[in-house]
């Protein structure tokens, strides 16, 4: 049985079989009527269309095309490891977010669409995934029994972005986070982020710096780039404003992120960006702002062990993108 029945200009919300189901309409005229069932590993998609001139074979769900189609009905019968969904974790929760579009032909008067729609679960206590999302949204990354992920979000950080164009000026929200099975409480940190147009860092790549210094927001000083503030230790949320770099081309961000006690701040485990009249501010504490002075010069730390053989924490590298930033004038 069908547990949504959603208008396209209309944003549903419901429960299903332990699921909760988003469906995120775009603001367009009402055509069509879509039903959607988030099943344990599985999702079913029937829609309706009231164009007669619509063509439902040519409906896409991520990778995958319609399992069956009439005249006027796709569905779609498909396993969440299938079609290209995108799996971001976040907190006790796990959300499988696809697309589904609709490619018209170059002679039709129907107009292409795409509709974000998404299936969240409960976080199982034991569920633990070593998958490396590949994907131009967002990526999951495991190391031992922490699991980090990274991606770009939608404008109030609710859910993954449903677009990767970016015009110069505009803010790009990202968020980072680490879901840990059997430590104690960790504090999440963006120890290093560089722009570049490669999804692998070559020593001839052209780089941008973004984050460096052991967390410095450099973007900060010079624009409106800055840390959001936590929602919870695990999290770090940047809104970060495009810059002129690659312009038109594919830019990936690298980053390293560390999962690190929270009592353990020091100048090189950090969080700092730069605010206008009041100068280097830490995320986490106003009254240790201090730690942010280094910002300047050259931020060093008195140990001298690898922070990935510490017990206090573990550093993951991940990489966003691709995305494109674009000129506004072009």
């Known amino acids: 049985m069908h547990c949504v029945s959603s208008k396209h200009a209309v944003m549903m919300v419901s429960f299903c079989q332990g699921a909760l189901l988003l469906s995120l309409a775009a603001a367009m005229a009402v055509y069509a009527d879509m039903k959607v069932d988030c099943g344990p590993d599985f999702v079913t998609l029937m829609w309706t269309e009231s164009r007669p001139q619509a ?4 409906l896409r769900l991520g990778s995958c095309f319609p399992t069956s189609f009439s005249a006027g009905e796709a569905y779609f019968y498909v396993d969440l490891t299938d079609c290209n969904f995108r799996i971001l974790v976040t907190g006790d929760v796990l959300l499988y977010s696809n697309d589904l579009t609709y490619v018209a032909s170059d002679d039709s008067y129907n107009l292409a669409f795409t509709h974000p729609v998404v299936c969240a679960y409960e976080r199982p206590k034991d569920w633990y995934s070593s998958q490396q999302i590949y994907d131009p949204v967002f990526k999951t990354y495991g190391l031992g029994d922490l699991q980090f992920t990274i991606g770009l979000m939608n404008d109030d950080f609710s859910g993954p972005a449903e677009f ?37 860092l070559h020593p001839e790549s052209t780089m941008y710096p973004i984050i460096s210094n052991k967390g410095c927001l450099l973007e900060s000083v010079s624009s409106q780039s800055k840390f959001e503030p936590r929602q919870k230790s695990s999290e770090m949320r940047l809104s970060l404003q495009t810059f002129t770099f690659a312009m038109r081309e594919e830019v990936f961000i690298h980053c390293k992120l560390l999962a690190w006690d929270p009592n353990g701040l020091d100048s090189t485990k950090k969080a700092c960006h730069f605010v206008k009249g009041h100068g280097w501010e830490l995320l986490d504490n106003l009254a240790q702002s201090s730690l942010c002075d280094c910002c300047e010069s050259k931020c060093k730390s008195r140990r001298q062990r690898s922070v990935a053989s510490e017990k206090h924490g573990m550093v993951q590298k991940a990489v966003i993108g691709p995305f494109t930033i674009t000129d506004v004038n072009s």
């Open 55 to 58: 063509d439902t074979s040519l």
């Open 164 to 200: 990767t164009s970016y015009p110069l000026g505009s803010i790009i929200p990202i968020m980072a986070s680490v879901v840990q099975k059997t430590h104690q409480p960790l504090l999440l940190l963006l120890e290093e982020c560089v722009a570049a147009t490669t999804p692998e």
